[in-house]
């Protein structure tokens, strides 16, 4: 305990500029020594992903070099380069905060653009389990909308992302793609990557409008009665896509064309929780919390309740099919099964795991569920009762999940530690 | 401060000690790349997979490890779980790629997975055998995409086929799964071919139900009712007890035929005596299998107590042929690019290969031209060897 506490009193002072200075050198550390030098020292076989935590599952033996390297490579010299830099980063942090907000949180985001860059450029696998993770977040954080903000218990996410997914892949292979399905593609190649977010919207818009088929009619009823209706929703879009042989049917569509690079997912998923936390802190975010704690007493304080359901809800959706698009173009291969009963539970854990109420909670939920489920990737079957029980002590120590009801404050997030 | 300076210390001395016991140079290792469904929907299949691939490199490490170009190389096995899903297949190719550096992967089985799978290793320039995908789309215009079984367009003619010459019937009914894609190709490549043969309209009744559907009894009634001679059924393990045993409780008599996933072992055991004397068509068949064949399944009977099915026998020839074609690949240089792709040109080469499943030769595609078998389920409940079929 007195450790920690020394700890936490000497690492206190280092602001979220130092933080990311410190993951800046650890990154570059690791992209000039990592492979030549450190993991060659250390008897590895390659520079570990994902923290070592793979090979440690799976050669055991290899657990002293894997924590050595973690500690060469980022602990110290996040820790060192954070404490050193202290006194600069606070100035420049000082200075940070003169100027607009909006501004210093640009400066903030490029640099952890960059660390992510370069941390994603030494493996292609990272690269593809970070663009996941990112498309989770923007999940979780829309389905947090409906099911944490708005209190219900939606189960029809995965029929959004189908739609999402589905509408975006052929929009891209009619316009940009020459293929078997859609034959000769309509416009040049080259405009593809400029129009690719004008077609996530219509992905995101088209799931949106979906939704009113669950909306409107269920909307008169709330708690389990949606939830079924929720989910019925899934399945009938499972089903007909399955039974619509011009997009493929069960056997799905592939060849979507390599859109969804890191920087445009990254854009993405931030402009997700920008929008998304302007949502629910606007007055439309305030009458969908009153909404959820009192439908009646909020009626009869002029709150518009059903408009503000509708509304919410279809912001929900619009997000997951937002992802949905991004997340058919990552794989480049969509088929209806993808979008069944376990991608539902994988979302609804990642949600409850890291808190309703609180984007910084579904962050936490979706990245943290994400990498859970790569890094036990060795322990095959226990991995399925490994995570569970992780979620089962979270429902009984944390009810709302791991952090909930709590909003960003940038401001505070990049203020300067000196005092 | 001073106290947390002098426990890093003590941390990185401590893990330092431990840590170089393990250090010296990359030496080349040979890896193959395993991608099966261990968890999820089919873990069977997986199983399979996994026990075949075991066995072969207990070959490969008892004669000391892999020859190529004169000299030997030690053989690693990296089993990756797919659980099933189609994003899963693509992140563990993608880690065996990029990060294990595999020669060679064998697997996904199931075309949902093998189809994009197959992509990731295109692009990276790796050798990808799949040994039970029937998708064409897994190896069209994928140069370095190979498969271990023929195709659908292939087994839907040698089933028709085989029923109008052994029975001389003309109406068939069929009666598969919507919602999953190889019944659904199969049912339609058979309705195809069995009305070129008998004309249009000869298929009188064409029933489907969607996957994890247990109750068939009403699609049955009407296959019943229309007067079909023979049934078609393309379906997996879980589904073929629960059809034939439906059918014959609603009084079906005639034969009930299906396909190479009916080859399952468990197929027998939960479906019992309603599907003795039922016909399939498949890869190989165990019962009264002689020289190799015989020898792999008395082996893979005697470690892991079942008969292996197809899925077994298949990866065990994918794995033969990744081997063929590693040794034939000439010189290996340690550069992980290159000698995938002479790995790549060296099994696009091979002819004849003699597998446990039957000879293969590569076409263009990287499908191979193989017979098709018609295997009879024997009074014993066995798979035995009826007919084989060539293209």
């Given at each position: 305990?007195?450790i920690a ?7 206190s ?7 990311l200075?410190?993951a ?8 000039f020594l990592g492979?030549?030098?450190i993991?060659l ?5 390659k ?6 935590t793979l090979?440690?599952?799976k050669?055991?033996?290899?657990i002293?070099s894997?924590?050595a ?6 602990i110290?010299?996040?820790l060192?380069?954070a404490?050193?830099?202290a006194p600069?980063?606070n100035k420049?942090a000082?200075?940070?905060?003169k100027?607009p907000i909006?501004?210093s949180?640009?400066?903030h985001?490029v640099?952890?653009y960059?660390?992510?860059?370069l ?6 696998y990272?690269l ?7 498309v989770?977040?923007?999940?979780t ?6 099911n944490g903000?708005q ?5 029809s ?6 739609v999402?997914a589905?509408v975006a892949?052929i929009l ?6 020459n293929?078997k399905?859609f034959?000769?593609?309509?416009l040049?190649?080259e405009l593809?990557?400029w ?11 088209v ?15 709330r708690?389990?009665y949606?939830?079924?209706?929720s989910?019925?929703f899934?399945?009938?879009?499972k ?5 619509m ?6 056997r799905?569509m592939s060849s979507q ?6 920087p445009v997912?990254?854009?993405w ?5 920008w929008?998304?936390h302007n949502f ?8 969908l919390?009153?909404?959820r704690?009192d439908?009646?007493a909020?009626e009869s ?9 509708i509304i ?8 997951a099919?937002v992802?949905g698009?991004l997340?058919a173009h990552i794989?480049r291969?969509?088929n209806?099964?993808t979008f069944s009963?376990?991608?539902l539970a994988?979302i ?5 795991f890291g ?7 579904s962050i936490?939920g979706a ?7 790569e890094?036990l990737r ?7 009762i ?6 089962i002590f ?11 009801f709590k909003?960003?404050?940038v401001?505070?997030?990049?203020r300067s530690?000196n005092? | ?5 002098f426990?890093?210390?003590v941390?990185?001395a401590f893990?330092?000690?431990f840590?170089f016991s393990?250090?010296g140079?990359?030496?080349?290792v040979?890896?193959?790349g395993?991608n ?7 873990p069977k299949v997986?199983?399979?997979?996994k026990?075949a691939a ?7 490490e008892?004669?000391?490890g892999?020859e190529?170009?004169?000299k030997?190389y030690?053989?690693?096995l ?8 189609s994003?899963?297949?693509?992140k563990?190719?993608t880690?065996?790629i990029?990060q294990?550096d595999v ?8 075309s949902?997975?093998?189809?994009p799978a197959?992509?990731?290793?295109n692009n ?6 799949s040994p039970?995908?029937?998708?064409p789309a897994t190896?069209l215009?994928?140069p ?7 195709l659908?367009?292939f087994?839907?003619?040698v089933?028709?086929?085989f029923?109008i010459?052994?029975?001389g019937?003309t109406?068939a009914?069929v009666?598969?799964d919507v919602a999953s894609?190889?019944p659904?190709?199969?049912a ?5 071919a069995?009305?070129?043969k ?9 029933e489907?139900?969607?996957?994890k ?8 009634t ?7 001679q023979?049934l ?11 059809i034939?045993k439906?059918?014959?409780d609603?009084g079906?008599?005639g034969p009930i035929?299906?396909?190479?996933s ?9 479906c019992g005596?309603?599907?003795y004397g039922?016909f ?6 165990a019962?009264?299998?002689?020289g190799?064949t015989k020898?792999?399944i ?15 026998a298949?990866t065990?020839?994918a794995?033969r042929?990744?081997?063929?074609a ?7 240089t340690?550069k ?7 790995v ?7 002819k ?7 000879n ?11 017979c098709a ?7 014993k409940g066995?798979?035995e060897?009826y007919?084989?079929v060539?293209?």
């Amino acid at each position: 305990m007195e450790i920690a506490r020394k700890f936490k009193n000497t690492f206190s002072m280092v602001p979220m500029f130092g933080w990311l200075s410190g993951a800046l050198a650890a990154v570059l550390v690791e992209y000039f020594l990592g492979y030549n030098y450190i993991s060659l020292v250390l008897g590895l076989p390659k520079i570990p992903v994902l923290f070592g935590t793979l090979i440690m599952l799976k050669t055991p033996i290899m657990i002293p070099s894997v924590l050595a390297y973690d500690l060469i490579v980022y602990i110290i010299p996040v820790l060192t380069v954070a404490k050193l830099t202290a006194p600069a980063t606070n100035k420049i942090a000082g200075s940070l905060e003169k100027i607009p907000i909006w501004l210093s949180t640009i400066i903030h985001l490029v640099l952890f653009y960059g660390i992510m860059h370069l941390w994603a450029g030494i493996n292609d696998y990272r690269l593809l389990v970070l663009k996941l993770t990112m498309v989770s977040i923007i999940l979780t954080i829309s389905i947090n909308v409906i099911n944490g903000y708005q209190g219900e218990f939606s189960c029809s996410h995965p029929g959004f992302m189908a739609v999402g997914a589905y509408v975006a892949s052929i929009l891209t292979l009619v316009l940009f793609v020459n293929d078997k399905m859609f034959g000769q593609a309509l416009l040049p190649a080259e405009l593809g990557p400029w129009l690719f977010p004008f077609i996530l919207i219509a992905g995101g818009a088209v799931a949106a409008l979906s939704s009113l088929i669950v909306a409107i009619p269920s909307f008169r009823t709330r708690g389990d009665y949606l939830a079924i209706i929720s989910l019925a929703f899934m399945f009938i879009v499972k089903s007909a896509i399955e039974n619509m042989n011009f997009i493929g049917g069960a056997r799905g569509m592939s060849s979507q064309p390599d859109y969804a690079s890191l920087p445009v997912i990254f854009c993405w998923t931030i402009l997700t929780i920008w929008i998304v936390h302007n949502f629910v802190t606007s007055i439309m975010g305030k009458a969908l919390n009153a909404v959820r704690d009192d439908e009646a007493a909020s009626e009869s304080m002029t709150v518009k309740t059903k408009k503000t359901k509708i509304i919410a809800f279809m912001f929900g959706a619009f997000w997951a099919g937002v992802a949905g698009g991004l997340f058919a173009h990552i794989l480049r291969f969509i088929n209806p099964g993808t979008f069944s009963i376990q991608r539902l539970a994988e979302i609804l854990a990642m949600v409850y795991f890291g808190g309703l109420n609180s984007i910084i909670g579904s962050i936490v939920g979706a990245v943290s569920i994400s990498l859970l489920g790569e890094a036990l990737r060795p322990l095959e079957l226990f991995k399925w009762i490994i995570i569970p029980l992780i979620l089962i002590f979270v429902m009984i120590y944390r009810p709302y999940g791991l952090i909930s009801f709590k909003e960003i404050n940038v401001k505070k997030l990049f203020r300067s530690k000196n005092k | 401060m001073r106290k947390i300076a002098f426990l890093l210390v003590v941390a990185v001395a401590f893990v330092m000690v431990f840590a170089f016991s393990g250090c010296g140079d990359r030496e080349t290792v040979i890896k193959v790349g395993i991608n099966a469904p261990l968890t999820g929907d089919i873990p069977k299949v997986g199983e399979g997979t996994k026990y075949a691939a075991q066995m072969w490199l207990e070959d490969i490490e008892k004669a000391g490890g892999l020859e190529v170009g004169g000299k030997k190389y030690k053989v690693e096995l990296v089993i990756e779980d797919n659980e099933s899903k189609s994003d899963s297949a693509v992140k563990a190719n993608t880690k065996m790629i990029t990060q294990d550096d595999v020669l060679v992967i064998v697997g996904p089985q199931s075309s949902a997975q093998a189809v994009p799978a197959g992509e990731v290793a295109n692009n990276y320039k790796t050798t990808m055998i799949s040994p039970w995908s029937t998708n064409p789309a897994t190896t069209l215009d994928r140069p370095y995409v190979f498969r271990g079984c023929f195709l659908d367009p292939f087994q839907g003619p040698v089933v028709a086929n085989f029923i109008i010459e052994e029975f001389g019937f003309t109406k068939a009914a069929v009666l598969y799964d919507v919602a999953s894609d190889y019944p659904k190709g199969l049912a339609e490549v058979f309705k195809a071919a069995w009305e070129k043969k008998n004309g249009a309209g000869s298929i009188v009744a064409y029933e489907s139900f969607t996957t994890k559907d247990t109750d068939f009894s009403s699609q049955l009634t009407k296959i019943k009712r229309s007067g079909a001679q023979v049934l078609f059924t393309p379906q997996y393990y879980n589904e073929v007890p629960l059809i034939v045993k439906q059918a014959k409780d609603l009084g079906w008599t005639g034969p009930i035929v299906g396909s190479d996933s009916w080859g399952s072992a468990e197929t027998v055991e939960l479906c019992g005596e309603p599907c003795y004397g039922q016909f399939f068509s498949s890869h190989y068949a165990a019962a009264g299998a002689k020289g190799a064949t015989k020898e792999f399944i008395d082996r893979y009977n005697k470690a892991h107590g079942y008969i292996p099915d197809d899925v077994a026998a298949l990866t065990w020839d994918a794995l033969r042929l990744a081997q063929q074609a590693i040794e034939n690949a000439g010189e290996l240089t340690g550069k992980i690019e290159t000698d995938r792709t002479a790995v790549r040109d060296a099994l696009a080469k091979v002819k004849d290969f003699a597998g446990i499943t039957g000879n293969m030769t590569f076409t263009e595609e990287g499908d191979p031209i193989k017979c098709a078998v018609i295997v009879k389920i024997n009074d014993k409940g066995e798979y035995e060897f009826y007919k084989s079929v060539c293209p």
